[in-house]
């Protein structure tokens, strides 16, 4: 099993988090993974990357050019590594930002969810990027529920304990629009 | 603490932050430093976690205040280390050479950034030269050892801690911000209590034992060289004890890389798209930079015919594989400086053009 993905948004849309969640749920799946930010001025200007790479081998390159997926949450996103996605590799998109016909590639499983309308019927708009990431894992089948709950255990611990149930529920309803709506 | 506590576990841990750990699981307790992008990461960890632990965290003013604790720590005895990166190592090399000089063990974390100059805070591998060279003035060298994931971060600093008491001399952990900040699962068990160092030579108050002195100054007719080929002494036994490199896929190898770092990363990846391809890549990765692994290119390249060496800048490591590289073998050099990443597939074609 190899798969490696591109996160992009805004800073503050919590693309660091769902990387870091989907890294912490490949580890508990016992694989091997990488997770690397966006690192550069870049930074500073407001964008938010990640990287991160899972795989059943040791890993080589934590960068990658051609990812198998990418999930991006804003246009500029978009714009920028659409063309990047390995052909038949997934695509999902934040559809509070981003529209149908902004999609160039065809060759590509697109997929476009509605995350804030989605975490307000969870019951906060906050999760708009769990929505996301549960849309992401179905349409991959990189991880699976049981890796997600202990990377959520792990990353809202203690007095964030509470977290959970309502991020883990966001990540499922993304998950079931997924299953419904992709084509 | 309950049992299932004191097991290693797995846990997604930062570059820089596992250096930090590792350096207190091998007992430092003692830090000095002065910040810079980017290895802020290892003075935040520990200025959090040596307080908790018995130990001294010194934001110096400046980076030559900072390595020159560093030598009054480790001439009392302790294990102490500083980090810093481009700027700031440069600042360091008095004090680095007065460490070799000295004769003293201490561990310095480079975590490079583009140069010269105050350049920028991209991963690069321009430093090669300048850790391996010695860096600083005299007729001296520092180990160094270089990383290629963040559980190495985690062990070789601990090593460098290990080689640097063993020869009583700096060792350095030359890495960038690739490593530095990427996350990756390490394996860390309970922190053990420190242990006691042997170390009959540090100035520990003079009760009831001869006289220590720790010195760099060599006066006396003839006493500097006598002291300059001691040193060479110390270096060949590193060598012919301490010299470690990876090799992966040289069963069948065909075409050699040479790549260390982070670069050697990058290279697994498109030895993997090769070999897919039929084409029989082997890799040799050089951990310790110094003592370079001379014997193993000499020996490997006797029979394998080309070899490619990739950086991330201009043509540093390449000149130490030419000068070790079996008379029969060509080499081949793919750099990218100044913050330029290699992708997998920049490298696989370079080794169509001169597999």
Known sequence: MYHDCIMAGFGGQGILMIGDILSLAAMHDGRNVTWMPSYGVEMRGGTARCTVVISDERIGSPITGAPSGCLVMNKPSLDKYESWVSPGGALVANGTFIQESDFTRSDVSRLLVPTNDIAEQVGDKRTASMVALGAYVEMTGVTDTPGLKAALEKTFSGKKAKLVPINLEAIEQGRKFARENRK | MSDTTQQPQRQMMKGNVAIAEGALHAGCRYYFGYPITPQNDIPEYLSAELPKCGGTFVQAESEIASINMVLGASAAGARCMTSSSGPGISLMQEGISYLAGSELPAVIVYVSRIGPGLGGIAPTQGDYKQVTSGGGHGD??????????????????????????????????????????????????????????????????????????????????????????????????????????????????????????????????????????????????????????????????????????????????????????????DVFFYGRPGGGMPTPEDILEKIKEFY
């Not at chain 2, 994931?149 to 985690?154: K, L, N, T």
């Not at chain 2, 070999?275 to 040799?284: F, H, N, W, Y």
């Open chain 2, 140 to 329: 001296y060298y520092s180990i160094v050892l270089a990383p290629s994931s963040v559980q190495e971060m985690f062990s070789l600093v601990q090593t460098c801690f290990d080689l640097a008491d063993k020869y009583r001399n700096p060792a350095i952990l030359l890495t960038d911000a690739i490593l530095g900040q990427m996350k990756e699962p390490v394996i860390v068990g309970p922190r053990p209590e420190p242990k006691a160092q042997d170390k009959p030579w540090a100035l520990t108050g003079n009760q009831g034992r001869s006289k220590n002195l720790i010195k760099s100054l060599f006066l006396g007719d003839g006493e500097m060289e006598v002291q300059n080929w001691k040193l060479v002494e110390k270096y060949n036994r590193l060598k012919a004890e301490d010299t470690m490199a990876e090799e992966l896929w040289m069963d069948d190898a065909e075409f050699i890389i040479v790549a260390f770092g982070s670069c050697s990363r990058m290279v697994e990846s498109s030895i993997r798209l090769a070999r897919a391809q039929g084409l029989k890549v082997g890799l040799i990765r050089p951990i310790t930079l110094f003592p370079f692994p001379e014997k193993l290119i000499y020996e490997r390249t006797a029979s394998i015919a080309k070899v490619l060496v990739v950086e991330m800048n201009t043509g540093q490591m390449v000149k130490d594989v030419k000068v070790n590289t079996h008379k029969n073998a």
